[in-house]
Every structure is written in structure tokens, then in C-alpha cells.
């Protein structure tokens, strides 16, 4: 939502376009989101798992930014209650941040996003997808163990990632619900260049001066080293 990691880089990048006092966002929690009221921004408190809180979150003409839920099992419901409030608002574009590849994603990541989008579709919102690919941050945002160990560690053989950072992908949200020409328009959005860990592995090496490998092992080892990390099982099993 607003206050999370993406969302708080849209309305930076809302701010330097449009004046403070024609941006609203949606958050559950009013004081986690003083900062962005003390830059000028309208707060309205509403929470997607309590649909009825959300009747008062849209006005007629809104342009709205949907960012996926992090909940995963939950989305589709949780988004579900705020298609249809927006629907009943009657906005002007619902705006979705995605998954690259859309229908055609085969992983299991994906089934939820993929719900979302024919529920926009179904709905008949003037709407637009923002299919966003990794963020780099996914890899960069914890180095300390990588630093530790010395090692990369994933199971991706010679795979290559086009990923991009938080930041590009609020940029280009912030395009889509400001400019003109986006609705019904589908977008997917990746970084420039494809890397392979082994490439990654040598940047770190080559930046922090210490030796770093790249260790390719088994999915269910990697599996294991996930979860160890605090992630959930079915989460770690996905990825």
C-alpha cells in the first residue's frame, strides 16, 4: 500500500509532479502514515480486509493505484473488496501492479495476480497493468549472510534475471495514473540487461574486494536455506 516499500516511492515520485493536495492514499494505520499527511497528502483510512471500510476510500474521477497485497493467499479476496469499492466510486482508471507475463506467468507466484487482472477485466474499470518483473532489492537487501559466507547462494544455473529497482518501477507507475494514453494499455516492465548470478557474484566480489562465489545447488537445499532464513515454507518452495 502507501506506506509500504513501493508505495512510498510513488508518491515521491507523485510529488515532484503533481501538488501534494491532489494526491490521497489509502493506508490502514493513520499514524504510520504522519509523514506523508505532514507532506500534504490526504490520508484515508481504510483496511481491504474489512470491505466496508473501504465505501469512503475512492471518489468519482479517482485515478487509482492498486499495489498487490504482500499476503500471499489473501490477495485475491483482499483485492477483490477493493475493485469493487472502486467500481462503486466510479474512478476514472484502476492502475495494477502485476507480474511480468501476465496470463501467461507459469509459476505459481503468478495464479493470484493473474485472478486479479480478469477481475479488473470483468469489472469493465477503465484500467491499466503494470506487469512489474523482480526488483533488484529482492537480491541486494540482505548481503550480510552473502558477506559472511562468501557464497551466492540459489538455484538458477546459468538463469539470467532483468531486474530493476523499486525506485524505476515507482516511476513508472506514477507515469501511468499522471499521464495520458495509458488506459487499456498493458505494460510489462523489467530492467535493461539480464544478469546471471555468476555475474553477480563477481560485481560483489569486485565492490567489496572479498572473494565471492556463486553456488548453484538443489532446489530443495535452496528450499531449506530459505525457510532457515525466516521465510515460509510455501513461500520458499515458489521461489
Do not use: C, M
Not at 501467461?104 to 474499470?125: C, M, P, R, V, Y
Amino acid at each position: 500500500g502507501a506506506t509500504g516499500e513501493l508505495g512510498r516511492l510513488v508518491i515521491d515520485e507523485l510529488l515532484a509532479t503533481v501538488p501534494a493536495g491532489e494526491i490521497a492514499a489509502v493506508v490502514r494505520n493513520k499514524e504510520k502514515a504522519a509523514a506523508l499527511a505532514a507532506r500534504g497528502v490526504e490520508l484515508r483510512i481504510a483496511d481491504y480486509d474489512r470491505p466496508e471500510s473501504l465505501a469512503g476510500a475512492f471518489r468519482a474521477g479517482d485515478r487509482v493505484l492498486l499495489i498487490s497485497g504482500s499476503e500471499v493467499g489473501k490477495r485475491v479476496a483482499q483485492h477483490t473488496a477493493l475493485i469493487d469499492a472502486a467500481k462503486a466510486a466510479g474512478v476514472a482508471q484502476l492502475a495494477y501492479t502485476g507480474i511480468l507475463g501476465g496470463p501467461d506467468a507459469d509459476f505459481a507466484l503468478a495464479d493470484e495476480h493473474k485472478a486479479t487482472e480478469q477481475l479488473i477485466l470483468d469489472s469493465g474499470l477503465p484500467h491499466t497493468f503494470l506487469r512489474n518483473g523482480w526488483y533488484t532489492e529482492n537480491y541486494t537487501a540482505n548481503l550480510a549472510p552473502v558477506l559472511e559466507h562468501g557464497a551466492v547462494v540459489a538455484n538458477a544455473g546459468d538463469g539470467r534475471v532483468a531486474s530493476a529497482s523499486r525506485a524505476d518501477y515507482a516511476a513508472a507507475a506514477a507515469v501511468a495514473v499522471t499521464g495520458e494514453g495509458h488506459l487499456g494499455k498493458v505494460y510489462e516492465l523489467s530492467g535493461d540487461t539480464a544478469w546471471s548470478f555468476a555475474e553477480y557474484a563477481a560485481l560483489l566480489s569486485e565492490v567489496t574486494g572479498k572473494e565471492i562465489a556463486y553456488k548453484n545447488v538443489p532446489a530443495d537445499v535452496h528450499q531449506e536455506i530459505l525457510v532457515g532464513a525466516g521465510l515460509p515454507e510455501g513461500f520458499a518452495a515458489i521461489l
